[in-house]
């Protein structure tokens, strides 16, 4: 299924911020310490480029920058649907999306213009954020949108420790772990569990993608986190047992009316305990029928909770089966839509390949970066329409949006490989690296 199928009667205002977990932190959460290097914040922030593909050709994106014209050329030419896309008229142009809407008047005045001639007509338009937080309630207010969840909603929902609580209420399996409040309770559990176990991991209450979070391997590398970190006072941080993952999956729903429909399934692709992408394997494989079954008996338990709280829209679930082959099915719970929705999306409107398979690079260069440029380092792995075969740019802003020095710019690309063969997927995708390494 797509999401349009819940969305195509509507007109959608689409729009979001990749890092939404972080409005919904409150001030007794503990945050691990964090250096970034390359200012990969904004390179996030400029991936919003991908929320085109959730579009239709009536719907409206709201980007930071308006995308270079050669980018959706190159879109167009593959037949995605472009929607109207407006961008914000602030100089600066980082934080809160929504937030920056709503401080650009002629901006909120045209989107309130457009939903008073819906409601004029009887109609809705309706606000889709990545995920809700109270920048979103603000704007959809303003410009008399609907929003499906509140931001109070959404935090619940998304905190490390309500999925835990609502693991533990199900009888469904998940690694030893505990809620830690201060930093005295922090190293008597954290002390406890690496001589029974080894290893563990700090865990952020909102993060996503594994950026929130911290393997740990002695006592002496957890006392040096604290005397790194802020004021920990009586602040909370989950900790729990590490497990060495040999493989890990994500599986969505979409929740609307009372019940759960099974939107996606996919394996996920990690380095170094972070997401680095999805795929989308093979359907009529005897394999993939039984991991889907497996995951849908583990998690059919943990979804009419969470429809009886009245959430409506994509909830996914990140599991993961350990070296020695321990099933957990649901390590974290995304009530928001997740970067594999937009994956799958993608996959499933555009691309008619058995196999597909989503992943980021990231480039480093000194000079700025044409379209062209990168189109051509691709050369004879372009996405070929007649073979249905190939790989596919998706999205091009977040490459040169950042400088972490002086002339030196970095950024991030993702890319999509689709064929009807596994082998030649695992091909492509090992030939993209190395163009990309040479330069």
């Known amino acids: 299924m797509t999401i349009r199928e819940y969305w195509s009667q509507d007109r959608n205002i689409i729009l979001g911020d990749f890092q939404c977990e972080e409005f919904w932190r409150s001030p007794n959460e503990l945050r691990i310490p964090h250096v970034d290097f390359y200012n990969t914040r904004t390179i ?12 239709d050709r009536k719907d409206i994106v709201i980007l930071r920058n308006m995308p270079d014209p050669s980018f959706l ?49 009887g ?42 609580d609502l693991l533990n209420k199900t009888g469904t399996p998940m690694p030893e772990g505990c809620l830690c409040q201060g930093s005295k309770d922090l190293i008597r559990v954290g002390c406890k569990y690496l001589k029974e176990f080894k290893r563990i991991v700090l865990k952020e209450l909102h993060n996503a993608g594994g950026a929130g979070l911290t393997v740990i ?41 009372g019940s759960a429909v099974v939107y996606s399934f996919s394996r ?79 996959s499933s409107r555009y691309f008619d390949s058995k196999v597909s398979r989503f992943f980021y690079v990231e480039i480093r260069s000194s000079k700025k970066i044409e379209f062209s440029q990168l189109f051509a380092v691709l050369g004879s792995l372009n996405y070929n329409p007649k073979n249905k075969e190939g790989v596919v740019i998706l999205n091009f802003t977040a490459l040169n949006i950042n400088k972490s020095k002086p002339g030196y710019n970095c950024g991030r690309i993702f890319f999509g490989v689709f064929s009807d063969s596994p082998t030649r997927v695992s091909e492509l995708c090992v030939n993209v690296e190395e163009r990309f390494r040479k330069g």
């Open 123 to 164: 109609q809705r338009i309706f606000l889709r954020p990545y995920g809700v937080t109270g920048y979103d309630e603000r704007l959809a207010q303003q410009i008399h949108a609907t929003l499906d969840n509140s931001n109070q909603l959404a935090a619940f929902l998304n905190s490390k420790f309500s999925l835990r």
């Open 217 to 257: 391997d002695s006592e002496i590398k957890l006392w040096k986190l604290l005397d790194m970190w802020e004021p920990v006072n009586q602040k909370k941080i989950l900790v729990e047992r590490w497990h060495d993952v040999k493989t890990s999956y994500n599986i969505q729903f979409y929740l609307c009316g």
């Open 44 to 55: 996030i922030e400029n991936m919003d480029e991908l929320l085109i593909f959730l579009a």
């Open 268 to 346: 996920q692709i990690l380095d170094n305990g972070k997401i680095r992408g999805s795929c989308f394997e093979n359907k009529d494989h005897k394999g993939y029928k039984a991991l889907l079954h497996k995951h849908l008996a583990a998690i059919e338990p943990l979804l009419q909770p969470i429809l009886d709280s009245g959430y409506s829209g994509i909830v996914g679930f990140d599991s993961i089966i350990d070296i020695k082959g321990e099933f957990f099915p649901a390590i974290d719970m995304n009530c928001r839509i997740n970067l594999s929705t937009i994956f799958n999306e993608i």
């Open 73 to 121: 050329s190159y879109l167009d030419s593959l037949d995605i649907q472009i929607p109207q896309i407006l961008t914000v008229g602030h100089q600066e142009r980082t934080g809160p999306i929504s937030q920056l809407v709503t401080q650009d008047t002629v901006l909120t005045q045209f989107l309130l213009d457009i939903g008073n001639a819906h409601i004029e007509k």
